[in-house]
């Protein structure tokens, strides 16, 4: 039962007691099934993590929890119950799974008032935009694939030259497959209804139309505080073309010239390619439920992209480190991925952080600051990237600008062969410089500072 010892997180929720006022705790179990399931574990105090026990016959609390649950929750949500005794004291875990019947809610309250989704470790009243996700995960779908519906109008594709927005698409295409009608039918790009083809959000959202809080507001900074605003401008069309204008005017303000090593220049105070898929997964990922734009604000020491909508679907923070995806909007990503905005799901903010990591960068920073949106912090001052303006890193300086690193890397940043590295490698052990931890190739060496 290690996990008991663990802090309340998105999975777990500790009660000392059950509170007599059953809404309290009816809440977890409510979020838990919206969101990613997990545990309420009763018996445990959630800021001292000591036990202190149930103090019922465990058949008859059992039968009280199991009854509380299914006369409250709409629909019935999917839990069991199990026991542990620890350090003599029996102790209740209330086991809730992920539920397929979203959104779950507390009856008495109602669907609007009673319904929550897990944030951290609290239980937070679902708005809107995330009740309506739910329903359209339920049925397997997503707001970008359904037929766009302006106060009762459905736009025909006869209303719509969907011919340039085709050509225009297959004249960036790199993936060599030619974009027509029927792959926009397959990706639920547009949507056949009673033999009439149909915009979908998605096509409108990549066509420029229709939603005109869908844009990117950048805020230019003086200093490290939002005290003191240069500039503002909000970029607004087709996503594609949001994407494609929002990468000059960043890349424009963004340059520099330093070398990062030997045999390269950095040009940018941020790698061009952590820029790029910082930015395409704002645009591909967020949640147009949401009524706000994306908004990027630069300082003088990093760059912050905020993009409405949560992680989708109950994904994790650390599942996106790993490469793990959920599309939110697939069909975006399609013709995204066909015109080489993307190259390949779930791989980005992994190929970002290694991009950030080949240049000396430290990895990015993840702020969820509310169950709305992400904020995505790219940090570029002085303390965080790790070589000097104008200056070159190599064999004199290099331990200056590292913790740790195995030879493969001294060989790739200093442009060395293998028996270069190893040369001043085993110089920097007889001297003391570094000391060595693990053996074959993947030994490190941790710098002695």
Not at 63 to 86: A, L, S, W
Not at 88 to 109: H, S, T
Not at 411 to 416: D, H, R, S, V, Y
Request: glycine share 6%.
């Amino acid at each position: 039962m290690t996990k008991l010892f663990k802090e309340e997180s998105n999975t777990i929720e500790y009660k000392k007691t059950l509170p007599n006022e059953t809404e309290r705790w009816l809440k977890s179990i409510v979020s838990f099934s919206n969101t990613s399931g997990g545990e309420l574990i009763i018996g445990v105090e959630d800021s001292t993590l000591n036990i202190y026990g149930i103090h019922e016959v465990r058949s008859v609390f059992e039968q009280k929890i199991m009854e509380t649950i299914y006369n409250n929750i709409e629909p019935k949500p999917i839990v069991d119950i199990v026991f542990k005794n620890i350090e003599n004291k029996d102790i209740a875990i209330i086991q809730v799974l992920k539920g397929n019947e979203q959104p779950y809610f507390i009856r008495k309250q109602g669907i609007e008032e009673g319904c929550y989704i897990r944030f951290g470790s609290t239980d937070q009243k679902a708005s809107n935009s995330q009740r309506t996700e739910l329903l359209l995960n339920k049925k397997n779908e997503n707001y970008t694939n359904k037929i766009y519906d302006e106060q009762g109008t459905l736009f025909s594709l006869k209303d719509i030259d969907i011919s340039a927005f085709l050509l225009e698409i297959n004249n960036t295409i790199k993936t060599n497959k030619e974009i027509t009608i029927n792959k926009l039918i397959e990706w639920n790009i547009v949507k056949k209804s009673f033999g009439e083809l149909y915009a979908t959000n998605g096509l409108m959202l990549l066509l420029g139309q229709g939603f005109n809080y869908s844009n990117i507001r950048i805020g230019f900074f003086s200093g490290i505080t939002k005290s003191k605003l240069i500039d503002e401008i909000t970029v607004t069309g087709s996503i594609i073309k949001q994407y494609n204008e929002v990468m000059k005017i960043l890349l424009d303000k963004l340059k520099t010239h330093y070398k990062i090593k030997t045999l390269r220049e950095q040009q940018y105070k941020v790698p061009e390619e952590t820029l790029r898929e910082i930015i395409a997964n704002a645009i591909i990922h967020r949640n147009y439920l949401e009524q706000e734009p994306i908004k990027i604000s630069l300082f003088d020491d990093r760059i912050e992209i905020f993009s409405p909508g949560n992680f989708f679907d109950g994904l994790q923070l650390e599942d996106a480190l790993n490469g793990i995806s959920k599309l939110r909007n697939p069909n975006i990503s399609e013709i995204f991925y066909h015109i080489g905005i993307i190259e390949k799901w779930g791989s980005g903010i992994k190929r970002a952080n290694e991009a950030l990591e080949e240049n000396l960068m430290n990895q990015l920073v993840f702020e969820i600051r509310s169950a709305h949106g992400i904020n995505v912090i790219i940090k570029f001052d002085k303390d965080n990237i790790k070589a000097v303006e104008h200056s070159v890193i190599d064999e004199e300086n290099y331990l200056e600008y590292k913790k740790d690193f195995t030879r493969k890397q001294l060989e790739q940043e200093l442009g060395f062969t293998t028996d270069q590295a190893r040369y001043l490698i085993e110089k920097w052990l007889s001297k003391g410089k570094v000391t060595k931890s693990g053996g074959g190739p993947s030994t490190i060496y941790k710098v002695n500072k």
